[in-house]
């Protein structure tokens, strides 16, 4: 038992180090930090286990069409980007980024879709009250929808996929893999477990700040703000009721908390409390990428149906209710990093943080309140802090 916990620690410091060695604030023992095992590093039990897992997430294929984890997970963003599909089409058109479910038809013809929009055909089962206006029997839906960055998510954030499908990362994997990879040969359970981890390590973090707060507890704060524009960008993300102009506090109605990916108690819509995590913020409803729409019929509770037209209802696809946090909302993404995830929104719609606040600006002045260019600039500018 002993030469075992041994030899874990030794994987721990192994997968660690690098972060270790630059961290600001001392550091606990790496027998401190297998405490945190719980977040995923548990299923390093060996010197080994670091490089193995490496090795199913950047090249395993488990004997599919050649896609690994890293195809759609790169290590710069932890997603895939329109110019990371231009850049890699241009060396190599057979890339396995553009088969199956990243190509135009979702069998492996046509290339526009990805290359300008870098978005993949998920096909989503309809829950059991849901179905599908000119397709009754239909009991699932193709929707279109970038790949979630795994920049910090996987050690500090529950929720998985922009609809919180998977419970955790062990099941995120194996659906990934089953649904995006064709594969031949089925991954064995320590395979999914060395995944998971793999993701706990240093290179998935967007800065030391989240590594010292999903290993050590640091919890990250609001930057400081310095020049003009970073000072009046700061008001918008402060924990603050909405008054006077309800610009102070604004963004932070649903960025709030350590990971600024949840909402705060002085958002006047639901869950009118701290810790929601799906929120519409207009972007299937305006549909700016020009998806295919559909009609779904949900049948609710009392028996009387609502139908709902949209390109994708994201959350509501797995309650199978229209209420406020379901009907077209998706996961509230971290800002930590945020320069580094392009594109955004589930469909990748917004290519940068100036077409995000041209988003906002349409949805907040459906509400009455006006974001000016300055504002927008403003914002982008405190963003641009949060590493």
């Known amino acids: ?31 401190d930090i297998s405490a945190h095992d719980a977040a995923g590093l548990e299923f390093f039990r060996g010197p080994l286990d670091f490089l193995k897992a490496r090795q199913l997430f950047e ?34 058109r057979k890339d396995p980024l553009f088969l199956a479910d990243g190509s135009d038809d979702g069998a492996g013809h046509g290339t526009e879709r990805m290359l300008a929009d870098a978005t993949f055909l998920v096909r989503i089962p309809l829950p059991d009250n849901v179905r599908l206006a000119n397709d009754p029997e239909a009991r699932s839906v193709v929707v279109r929808r970038g790949a979630p960055s795994t920049l910090n998510t996987p050690a500090l ?28 040969r089925e991954p064995k359970q320590r395979d999914l477990e060395l995944i998971a981890a793999y993701q706990h390590t240093p290179q998935f973090f967007s800065s030391l700040t989240t590594f010292k707060y999903a290993y050590f507890g640091i919890k990250p704060k609001l930057p400081t703000p310095r020049t003009a524009a970073e000072i009046r960008g700061r008001r918008f993300f402060l924990d603050v009721p909405l ?25 006047p819509f639901p869950p009118f409390a701290r810790g929601g995590r799906f929120q519409s913020v207009g972007v299937s409803e305006v549909n700016i990428a020009g998806n295919p729409v559909y009609d779904f019929v949900f049948t609710n509770p009392d028996g009387t149906t609502t139908t709902v037209s949209s390109p994708d209802p994201g959350r509501a696809l797995i309650t199978g209710s229209t209420d406020f946090e379901s009907l077209n909302a998706f996961k509230i993404p971290s800002l930590w990093g945020v320069t580094r995830t392009a594109p955004y929104f589930h469909d990748n719609s917004a290519k940068t943080l100036e077409e995000v606040m041209q988003q906002y600006a349409r949805f907040f002045s459906v ?9 927008q600039k403003d914002m982008i500018a405190y963003m641009k802090l949060m590493q």
């Open 157 to 184: 954030d529950p929720v998985l996929m922009h609809d919180g499908r998977q419970p955790d990362l062990i099941a995120q994997a194996r659906g990934a893999i089953f649904d995006h990879a064709q594969v031949r």
């Open 1 to 31: 038992m002993l030469a075992r916990s041994k030899s874990r620690q030794f994987a721990l410091a192994l997968a660690l180090l690098p972060a270790l060695a630059i961290a600001s604030e001392p550091a606990e023992s790496v027998a």
């Open 59 to 92: 090249r395993e294929t488990f004997g599919g069409n050649g896609r690994t984890c890293l195809t759609c997970h790169s290590r710069e963003t932890g997603t895939v980007s329109p110019a990371d599909a231009r850049k890699r089409y241009g060396r190599n």
């Open 243 to 267: 008054e006077g102009d309800f610009k102070s506090g604004l963004c932070a109605n649903c960025h709030s908390g350590p990971m600024l990916n949840e909402t705060n108690e002085f958002g």
């Open 367 to 375: 509400l009455g309140l006006t974001l000016t260019e300055q504002d």
